[in-house]
């Protein structure tokens, strides 16, 4: 609740440096392939960005919401289904996206995902562990890094997470 109020008042502190793609894409990489195994599902990864890609950005935060998205997607994807880690890159944005396959969620609950406290199944998500705050905390960090983070139906039946975050460089 501390960390949301924090998010909510504006008010996180946040540790800016420089960060490369690649190295943090490689991490995800594997720490999402880890947690697909042990949920038993299939894991892809579709990356296309350049090696060199450097960007300021809090990398204790990104973490953070990637880690979110991440377990969200292993915990509510039936196997033997499968989640997916999309990254690309532009001069000026970061797009990570990131896809489960079925169960998904209905119309109205993906209009209510990002609610303080919401969650879908109240059953399932207390005995997987969720207090329903992680997606608004995550959206709040998100805001808090400059960024934009949406929510869509994926294909197939699943949840399509979608975070861009700004190519902030170094000002010399």
Known sequence: MYQLSQVQNLSTHLIWQEC??????????????????????RFIADIDILEATVFKTDKQ?????????AKNACLYTDSPEHIQLK??????????QIDDSAPGVSE?????LFERLYRIDESRSWALGGSGLGLSICEGLT??????IN???????????????PIITTKE
């Open 61 to 69: 935060k990104v973490d953070q919401i990637i880690t979110n998205f």
């Open 143 to 148: 805001h808090a890094l400059e960024g934009n």
């Open 108 to 112: 109205t609950e993906l209009n209510k």
């Open 20 to 41: 490369q793609l690649s190295a943090l894409t490689s991490l995800y990489i594997a720490d999402m392939k880890t947690l697909a195994t042990q949920c038993h599902l």
């Open 151 to 165: 929510l869509h139906h994926g294909k197939p039946e699943g949840l399509c997470v979608r975070l861009t975050l």
């Open 87 to 96: 990254v690309r890159v532009n001069t000026k944005y970061i797009f990570i």
